[in-house]
């Protein structure tokens, strides 16, 4: 089925082309940093961490339970396997991850939305994984199916957002066995950027690939990376069996995986940052040394989900200085390794998109930027510790998204940078509102918000003395207006359908 | 008079410190950074630009209109002085610069809450300058007398707060050559952190002076550095006589002054940011090197206060990416002229303490830290493009304040942090919370905020779902509420009020 809806797409580019040309909204290009790295740690400092890793990988271990398949391969390898228990000799989990590629694209099923993922891209992707959602009108509720629609749209309508993301909300009314199907779908249809694929249990990962070949063509998809999914670590040093299932369906398929510890700092990690980013590295070499012992050249980024805990209340905490000392150094041991990186986000610990959750996000999101990260999952809508995603946050975040993206492009230091001859002719005591500099240059020079207020007090004040929350609450509803579905081959949509609805019918709803 | 109040202390330090027993709050040490900072700026670049000073300075020059005084200096120097246009030679303006310190120290009269300026050292001062100000209960509003005092005892009691400032609002209630004396006599008895001195005229910066004479004692005033005072550049290259009248004051009295650019880039300075760091370093160059004309060795710090413009409306906007270009690049500037530097702050365009007014001062503070400032004026409670001191975003910022010191802190990287023991100790699949490391470290591990919420959805619910607002609110009548005052020596305390007494009964009020 998949090969004949790929036939009737026409196989070339011109039909491909012509399927996207009834409505486009403007999307930028992924972010090349033209800035350097914020630079944390010493030499010193990394070869100490570096070391240590390898002390906890060959003498404490990493477990793999419920895992023969693994156990087998790591022994294979020529790691010390005791029960559940992989201890891997020094070097070999680096020597092992030398294989998996340091960039890679993502294509997307419109090629101009084609990320890369490494050296000095970063892509930014939107929330993943909560249960609830709020916006004004509603309050907080659990998070529906049409919640999580609302939310692909707006992405794929957000300038500054690459990537159409995963779970961007958890859609509660579905069966948690069949809601990948109608994540996929909605990705696939709603949107035409690049998206991740399901990691629940292996079964769906499978059928994200399937549905990938449906979209893409079964060949297209085995040649090329069409999914980026999500692969957390039980830290401390846990591999989970479906987890690990799912990494091992993607990377014989060969898509990208972040493999990524999940950690709050003084629960799965040390309290400290050193010892937190020693295991991080130790965890990451090991689940990635994997991937490519599943598959050697597997595409996977080396993440690292890090924050720190209130330790009065136990909570999890966002946008603190110990998560951006996590971010920056694991920036460092990622580079040492030649592998994309994943980490930061709109962190925040905050109930609603107030004045906290901006701090923790502005925090967390400049960090990111300049720790080299290239893959930020959670770059916009997150809320409440991860428990919500937020409608009004998700547009205010992607219009923050925006001064990344300027940031990122560094100083430029040209003639017309320079601006010599508009300091001449203005000259001590004019001004350059009018002179012919700031008229070539003003509309491309600074950037703009779409959704910041920056009126006169007055006029601030007769439009209704309006808060960040509502601007964003009307720019949600003007933004769901407007969308408009980017074009699809007839036959690919009914093919999609098709698909989804076959494997409904396969098996009984489940909500465990 | 002067020496008289000083004698009755008893001269002493033990009487200095019993004077400071009755109550203490306490206050971080000014931060000392323990992070590289952020270089954005190329070698190439950077000598770009200060090539390109140079021609400003040489062939363009810079005007000191009505102001004789600084005319025959600048002759006398060796520059070429054409009616008020001071054009000066290749190099001279960098010489000059050269006998300005490379830091200094400003006193308190707590000794404890001295400051260092310059080198590794971050001090913070809260915001300066509003006409207005605004709070939850009473809206916007014309700043008071009343208002300024309120603000002075916040920031007496704000942890993270290591100067007391200066117009941390406009006094509009007070006659307008009077109010100085007032603010003060505020700074000086209501606090025991360090303040800034009045320039609004050169005989209000003498009353500055000479109230400082009262405080410390005039020997002590002669001798040290007790003001640290701000003097706006009227870009373009522009040196008003007012200002650089205080600026002599203050410069053969060895009182500290920023000399700064007032900058909205795209009005008063070319719309690039290359051509913004040729202007600006061109006019700190020709302000600091006039400093060191009228006293060499005053101390001074290289100030860069420099914004975007929205194009559309012509309103200043703040936190953007240019801002933060700006910033890291004339930070690199100032190192080179190895001066201490002045920029970023709490800024943001917002009405409200909102979102908005989050994420823009969360950029600005970031940057402002990792750019290597020196002395952040602004540091808390700006609001409106600044003509709002906001008492909840005063709280606010000074709480986020406590995020800088900590990622200042950089990364330990001795035994304790590296943590391997209780890696070894939890293991794979086991947890953190009880162990020892974790039990001897937690409570200096990570910041704590004073003022966000963490608490479980429900207990928050229950509470009134408040907003970061709206606690800011509660947070700044229990600061009021629970404010005492330093204790001082009755008989300075006498002298002060006498001196502001004897100066207001001088002249007639003016409101000019």
New interface residues.
């Given amino acids: 089925m998949a090969e004949a809806a790929r036939r009737t797409r026409g196989g070339g580019g011109a039909a491909r082309r012509a399927e996207r040309t009834a409505v486009s909204f403007e999307t930028a290009k992924y972010i090349e940093r033209n800035?350097?790295n914020?630079?944390?740690?010493?030499e010193?400092?990394l070869e100490?961490?570096e070391n240590?890793a390898e002390?906890?990988l060959e003498?404490?271990?990493?477990?793999f339970p419920d895992n023969p398949r693994a156990l087998a391969r790591w022994r294979e390898a020529g790691a010390d396997v005791q029960g559940e228990?992989v201890r891997i000799p020094r070097g070999l989990a680096r020597e092992l991850c030398k294989t998996a590629p340091s960039s890679y694209v993502q294509h997307a099923r419109n090629p101009d939305r084609n990320v890369v993922v490494g050296g000095k891209s970063l892509v930014l992707a939107p929330v993943y994984g909560p249960p609830f959602v709020r916006d004004m009108a509603g309050g907080?509720r659990y998070a529906t199916m049409e919640d999580f629609r609302k939310f692909v749209k707006l992405g794929y309508m957000s300038k500054w957002l690459h990537h159409s993301g995963g779970t961007v909300c958890e859609p509660t009314d579905v069966a948690v066995n069949k809601r990948h199907l109608d994540m996929l779908h909605a990705h696939m249809t709603l949107s035409d950027k690049p998206f991740m694929g399901s990691v629940t249990e292996p079964s769906r990962a499978q059928d994200s690939v399937d549905m990938c070949g449906v979209l893409f063509g079964e060949k297209f998809v085995q040649e090329n990376t069409v999914m980026t999914s999500l692969i957390n670590i039980?830290s401390?040093?846990?591999f989970d069996d479906v987890m690990m299932g799912a990494l091992e369906v993607y990377a014989l398929n060969n898509q990208a995986c972040i493999i990524s510890p999940f950690i709050v700092?003084?629960?799965?990690?040390?309290?400290?940052?050193?010892?937190?980013?020693?295991?991080v590295l130790a965890e990451t070499l090991a689940g990635i040394a994997y991937s490519q012992l599943i598959k050697p050249g597997a595409p996977v980024i080396m993440g690292a989900f890090v924050t720190?805990?209130?330790?009065?209340?136990g909570?999890p905490?966002f946008?603190?200085?110990?998560a951006?000392?996590i971010t920056y150094?694991a920036g460092q041991l990622a580079r040492r390794l030649n592998l994309p990186y994943r980490s930061a986000g709109s962190f925040c610990?905050?109930?609603?998109?107030?004045?906290?959750?901006?701090?923790?996000?502005?925090?967390s999101l400049?960090?990111g930027l300049?720790s080299g990260v290239n893959f930020m999952l959670h770059a916009c809508g997150w809320l409440?510790g991860g428990?919500v995603s937020s409608f009004e946050?998700f547009v205010?975040d992607a219009d923050?998204l925006g001064?990344?993206?300027?940031?990122a492009?560094?100083?430029?230091?040209d003639e017309?940078?320079?601006?010599?001859d508009?300091?001449?002719e203005?000259?001590?005591?004019?001004?350059?509102?009018g002179c012919e500099?700031?008229q070539s240059?003003?509309?491309k020079?600074?950037?703009?918000?779409d959704l910041?207020?920056?009126?006169?007090?007055e006029t601030?004040e007769d439009e209704g003395?309006r808060?960040?929350?509502t601007l964003a609450s009307l720019r949600v509803e003007k933004m769901l207006n407007d969308y408009q579905q980017p074009a699809m081959d007839p036959a690919i949509t009914e093919a999609l359908d098709a698909f989804v609805a076959t494997r409904k019918a396969a098996e009984p709803d489940s909500f465990m």
């Fill in positions: 800035i350097p914020f630079e944390i740690l010493t010193e400092a100490i961490i240590n002390i906890i003498e404490i271990g990493v477990n228990r907080r039980n401390p040093m846990t700092g003084g629960a799965m990690a040390p309290v400290s940052v050193a010892g937190t980013l020693t295991q720190s805990i209130d330790m009065n209340s909570a905490t946008g603190t200085p110990e951006a000392h150094g610990g905050s109930k609603l998109p107030d004045a906290q959750a901006a701090y923790e996000t502005a925090n400049n960090m300049l409440e428990l946050k205010m923050q001064t990344l993206h300027h940031l492009r560094g100083i430029e230091i017309n940078a320079q601006a010599m508009a300091i001449r203005v000259g001590p005591g004019g001004h350059y509102l500099h700031t240059n003003f509309k020079a600074f950037w703009k918000s910041l207020d920056y009126k006169p007090f601030w003395a808060d960040t929350q």
